[in-house]
């Protein structure tokens, strides 16, 4: 009679093929088209998750469905307003100014906060009497939150519907190039930046990245809208200009538990000039 052999198995222990600072199960998670890896030391594959998320592109889209429909239903008002026997002016010689009844100031419309999905945030702006006004202020952001096993991740993406539109105007390789642009960036010590501020660069060298300060980002939320009238206004006539094309401002945050890295940055996204360009000669 034949010996029946006993087979022994040994264990092996298979090496994790990600190291502890880098979230593929995010990928599995996010329904994306393009596949994001977020690198805790790549801050700006935090922003390229977000922008790739159906979570974002979903409030994007209600985003500018409700502009539309705002926008729609302001002219509305304002053509039944004109048509309205009701909005007259009553003269009063020698009396008293005329008097303009404006039935629309009875009903002005409000903008409706929704749930989670989409945050508002309203900067108030200073007439000359000093009064505040929040009306045409009103700014919309878009947040995103996603977490792993181990981090809990936070992206703001301010002027999140203008910058998209921006960017499609200046932008050739359209919004899935800019996101797997900014999935891989790197330290980029240019020598400048007195403010103590760091900067990177897209692994694909298109763009730049500029950490900034509080005061700085509070500076772009006040004149941003102007910056993007006159970028159109630019792009439209063909003018030439100085200034950079910033294509992106975010606010970025991470708590990894597993190494204890932490970050919170804000972040300015500008071309960069020198991108697939010969420069013989570069001053300030």
Not at 97 to 103: L, N, R
Not at 127 to 155: A, R
Not at 241 to 264: E, P, Q, S, W
Request: aromatic content about 10%; glycine content about 4%.
């Amino acid at each position: 009679l034949s010996k029946r052999k006993t087979l022994h198995y040994i264990p092996i222990t298979i090496p994790d093929l990600f190291n502890s600072f880098e979230h593929p199960i995010l990928v599995a998670e996010s329904y994306s088209a393009i596949p994001v890896i977020i690198n805790d030391s790549q801050p700006t594959s935090v922003i390229a998750y977000a922008l790739a998320s159906n979570d974002y592109k979903i409030k994007l889209a209600d985003m500018k469905a409700e502009r539309k429909s705002k926008l729609e239903d302001k002219l509305s008002k304002s053509n039944k307003s004109l048509s309205d026997p009701s909005n007259v002016t009553i003269n009063f010689p020698d009396l008293t100014p005329p008097i303009v009844i404006d039935s629309s100031l009875t009903s002005s419309p409000t903008m409706g906060h929704k749930a989670l999905p989409v945050h508002y945030s309203a900067h108030s702006k200073k007439t000359v009497s000093g009064s505040v006004t929040n009306d045409e202020e009103m700014v919309k952001h878009i947040t995103c939150e996603f977490v792993d096993k181990n981090t809990k991740f936070y992206c703001c993406v301010y002027f999140a519907e203008e910058f998209n539109n921006f960017r499609k105007l200046v932008f050739s390789g359209g919004e899935d190039a800019f996101i797997r642009s900014l999935s891989h960036c790197q330290p980029w010590n240019n020598g400048a930046g007195k403010s103590g501020s760091t900067f990177s660069k897209t692994m694909d060298d298109c763009f730049i990245i500029k950490q900034m300060t509080s005061n700085e980002a509070q500076s772009f939320l006040e004149f941003g809208p102007k910056y993007f009238e006159h970028m159109k206004r630019v792009h439209e006539e063909r003018k030439p200009t100085l200034l950079t094309k910033v294509v992106g401002l975010f606010r970025i945050a991470f708590k990894n538990t597993h190494t204890n890295n932490a970050l919170k940055q804000d972040l300015l996204v500008m071309e960069n000039l020198f991108f697939d360009h010969s420069v013989d000669l570069v001053y300030d």
